[in-house]
């Protein structure tokens, strides 16, 4: 791994309050946590993400409680897990389905449990997922749609049924042929809005690698979308990451 106080220096400007890395299986459990513990602006997440659902047992959950209990204040919230219905091989078999659902539903129990953030990472399953939730989760609840890039009414029904609910928008909202997540982003509210970049996995326009030290570029082209001024963005969704995660 590398020198995370170099990745730091060479990646995010003078203005950097921190970012959230996440453990949601079992290679990334122990990297997220030498992470967090190796900075004091790293903060993370932890969860079992729904490609990882046919691991998850009495055994990974002891183990998930023991990450969050020896990183203290550094998680702020749980996550990423949810519901992947798109994948070619996880998504069509109705019994992996249904394996994650019945994952996503213990994590959801226990996250609420916890009083922390859900992280939800939710593809092509927005009924089950809502279903779930409705089920689970009390609508005042902090919820952080991760890395959304499903359907427009998914996104409002989830504005409309959880009040602390916020939408995260991808990096790849920059890539000027992606238009669906360019107009995820004028229809959902600024106060409900978060930006991140889900790196390494979602490109951003102009470079080769993601890191969370673009976020400035996303930011300007969520204001450009919005045709707002860029400082009023960047300052409405650094008080909604705030509000959410405590950081």
């Given at each position: 791994m590398a020198d995370i106080h170099g990745v730091v220096d060479l990646h995010f400007g003078e203005g950097f309050e921190g970012c959230i890395t996440q453990g949601c299986d079992a290679e990334s459990l122990p990297l997220a946590k030498q992470l967090a513990l190796s900075h004091p602006l790293v903060f993370v997440s932890f969860g079992c993400h729904p490609k990882s659902a046919w691991f998850y047992n009495d055994e990974f959950e002891a183990t998930l409680m023991s990450y969050i209990k020896s990183c203290g204040n550094k998680v702020v919230g749980f996550g990423e897990f949810g519901l992947d219905f798109s994948h070619p091989y996880y998504g069509p078999d109705e019994q992996n389905r249904q394996t994650q659902r019945e994952v996503f539903a213990r994590q959801l129990q226990l996250a609420v449990k916890l009083s922390m953030?859900?992280?939800?990472h939710s593809r092509d399953a927005d009924q089950?997922?809502?279903e779930l939730m409705r089920a689970r989760v009390p609508n005042t609840h902090?919820?952080?749609?991760?890395?959304h890039r499903g359907t427009l009414s998914f996104m409002k029904q989830m504005l409309e049924e959880w009040s602390h609910a916020y939408i995260g928008m991808?990096?790849?909202l920059t890539m000027d042929e992606d238009e669906h997540a360019q107009e995820l982003v004028r229809q959902c509210p600024?106060?409900?809005m978060l930006v991140e970049t889900d790196a390494p996995y979602l490109p951003i326009k102009g470079h080769w690698l993601s890191h969370p030290g673009l976020i400035p570029e996303v930011v300007a082209k969520v204001a450009e979308l919005k045709g707002l001024d860029l400082r009023k963005v960047a300052t409405a969704l650094r008080e909604n990451a705030h509000a959410l995660y405590g950081i």
């Open positions: 953030p859900l992280v939800i089950d997922t809502l902090k919820v952080h749609i991760h890395s991808p990096g790849i600024l106060e409900r």
